[in-house]
């Protein structure tokens, strides 16, 4: 599926529109807008984490997995993952 930056801002605009005619607040509207914001800025940073990682890496990192138990539920997560997650955040710095 490819991204449609387009239809996301279209989407955003009628959700502000609406939400200012159904009268709700000024603060609130922003709030949203700035999580939409977040939204795509993170999804940049992870891309460009997972670019830079993966370019190093190669597939090596994806087929190493660390499991955890946290109240008897069992989490895997890849050290890629991790790694993405780590440089994403630091590059947010």
Known sequence: MRFDSE??????????????????PD???????????????GAIFSYVAGNIV?????????????????LGHHFSLSVFFITVAILSFWLRL
């Open 7 to 24: 239809r996301w801002f279209t989407i955003l605009i009628v959700g502000v529109v609406g939400a200012t005619l159904l009268g709700i």
């Open 54 to 70: 993966e370019g190093f890496s190669g597939d090596y990192l994806k087929g190493i997995f660390l499991n955890f138990e946290i």
């Open 27 to 41: 603060s609130i509207i922003s709030i949203f807008i700035n999580g939409w914001m977040y939204l795509f800025i």
